[in-house]
């Protein structure tokens, strides 16, 4: 049998590492080796462990390979993968002459004994491995190894991404899913043009422009569904939702009133729209926003989000709104990092304080959270239709109220227009959009 063997190597190098570990080592990089040598919790979707490649793609048995590269125990002769003596501090815990995989990219050692602190400089360094390493069949193309959300939060928790405390976020309103149904159902206001109007085809359009711009997060301000949605239609997102989480890029969202009234559909080919909604919260593909905290991507950037009519995903079926006013709201303590706020109520300044639901100003004053930037869903179309300063403005406190407007063509100022969605780099010196056409 020929030496040489990559992923022979590395699920040798990587088990005596797992067998080595202490009682002490900190459980998530114990899930973390076990995910990338067994299957696991941190081992990406669609990929597979090292153990059962072995077994799928290997001619020869890891009991073959040792008796030929290794003393009958462990592979000793390495020449598909660079090894190291363990850390000084981790001598202790592994067996005399063992040496350990080293990262492919950064060069380190991978550690034995990792702390709670350190457990996040561990886990970067394992995702440097390929998810598929050369054997003697070829593996399945699949690119990913250890879960992109943990990597990512890893890697910025270490400092290993770029930007400091710049978080890039899609900002999205106002998808509608299933808005071409109002033309069929004759349930809702329509416009002239519904034909050329297809969610579906925004929805798939918003996830390819995440991916081509590599934001860190996606924020969506409310109204994902629309009232009358078709199964067909929440299919085709869910498995757009799955694609953004297979890169690691997460969508945070509030609902909107349509999502709200999706939950008890009248016609016979609409589905409950809420149910779909809380389906992708447990399976991950969307984080609901709270008056907590949510740090965006692992941090720094924390978002808050009130829902329209102060109602949640799984509120929905409990109550019927009974609104909300900004003196009775508390958000929970936020981080050091920029902060941003989401409605999906009318607030001024966009419309009069008379026909507003929302004062903003009387919020952000008696918030115990200083906010960066707050953005809104619900508006449809931009101030005195004016695309170039409409959908932005000022709170008296100089902080900037953002909308960016429905995701499709569904109000008269859009009839020669394109939709878009807005692309926000937010720090703690400031806010800068770029848009993008839907």
């Known amino acids: 049998?020929?030496?040489?063997?990559?992923?022979?190597?590395?699920?040798?190098?990587?088990?005596?590492?797992?067998?080595?570990?202490?009682e002490e080592t900190d459980v998530e990089w114990k899930r973390a080796v076990k995910s990338v040598?067994?299957?696991?919790?941190?081992?990406?979707?669609?990929?597979?462990?090292?153990?059962?490649?072995?077994?799928?793609?290997?001619?020869?048995?890891?009991?073959?390979?040792?008796?030929?590269?290794?003393?009958?125990?462990?592979?000793?002769?390495?020449?598909a993968i660079t090894v190291a003596e363990p850390r000084p501090r981790d001598r202790q815990y592994v067996p005399s002459g063992v040496v350990i995989p080293v990262a492919p990219e950064s060069g380190e050692v991978l550690p034995v004994q990792v702390s709670t602190n350190e457990v996040d400089r561990a886990i970067s360094l394992l995702a440097?491995?390929?998810?598929?390493?050369?054997?003697?069949?070829?593996?399945?193309?699949?690119?990913?190894?250890?879960?992109?959300?943990?990597?990512?939060?890893?890697?910025?928790?270490?400092?290993?991404?770029?930007?400091?405390?710049?978080?890039?976020?899609?900002?999205?309103?106002?998808?509608?899913?299933?808005?071409?149904?109002?033309?069929?159902?004759?349930?809702?206001?329509?416009?002239?043009?519904?034909?050329?109007?297809?969610?579906?085809?925004?929805?798939?359009?918003?996830?390819?422009i995440a991916i081509e711009q590599d934001v860190d997060a996606v924020i969506h301000t409310g109204d994902v569904v629309d009232h009358e949605v078709d199964q067909e239609t929440l299919d085709n997102a869910a498995s757009r939702l799955e694609l953004l989480a297979k890169v690691g890029i997460p969508v945070y969202c509030i609902i909107g009133s349509?999502?709200?009234?999706?939950?008890?559909?009248?016609?016979?080919?609409?589905?409950?729209?809420i149910s779909w909604l809380q389906q992708q919260v447990r399976k991950g593909t969307l984080v609901e926003l709270s008056t907590s905290p949510t740090p965006v991507a692992g941090g720094p950037l924390d978002a808050y989000g009130i829902p329209a009519g102060d109602t949640g995903i799984d509120d929905v079926a409990k109550f019927r709104p009974l609104g909300w006013e900004a003196s009775g709201m508390e958000f929970g303590s936020s981080s050091l990092g920029p902060n941003v706020l989401c409605l999906h109520d009318g607030v001024t300044p966009y419309r009069s304080r008379s026909t507003a639901d929302v004062d903003v100003d009387q919020l952000l004053t008696q918030s115990n959270v200083s906010f960066d930037c707050v953005l809104v869903g619900d508006e449809h179309h931009p101030k005195n239709n004016d695309f170039d300063t409409g959908y932005t403005f000022e709170a008296a406190d100089g902080t900037p109220v953002l909308y960016t407007g429905p995701a499709l063509r569904i109000t008269e100022p859009y009839r020669d227009r394109g939709a878009f969605v807005t692309e926000l780099s937010i720090s703690t010196n400031g806010v800068t959009a770029t848009r993008h056409t839907v």
């Open 1 to 22: 049998m020929a030496p040489g063997n990559e992923l022979m190597e590395l699920y040798d190098g990587l088990s005596v590492l797992y067998n080595s570990l202490p």
């Open 37 to 79: 040598l067994y299957g696991g919790e941190l081992l990406a979707e669609g990929a597979l462990s090292y153990g059962k490649q072995q077994n799928k793609r290997n001619n020869v048995t890891r009991k073959d390979y040792v008796r030929q590269y290794g003393d009958g125990s462990r592979v000793t002769e390495f020449s």
């Open 128 to 208: 440097e491995f390929p998810p598929e390493p050369t054997a003697d069949r070829p593996g399945d193309g699949v690119d990913v190894l250890l879960a992109p959300v943990r990597v990512r939060r890893a890697r910025e928790n270490t400092g290993q991404e770029s930007g400091g405390d710049e978080v890039t976020v899609l900002f999205v309103s106002d998808t509608h899913l299933g808005y071409e149904n109002r033309a069929v159902t004759g349930s809702g206001k329509t416009v002239s043009w519904i034909s050329e109007v297809s969610s579906t085809d925004a929805f798939t359009r918003i996830v390819s």
């Open 258 to 273: 349509h999502d709200r009234t999706s939950y008890a559909p009248q016609h016979e080919n609409s589905v409950n729209g």
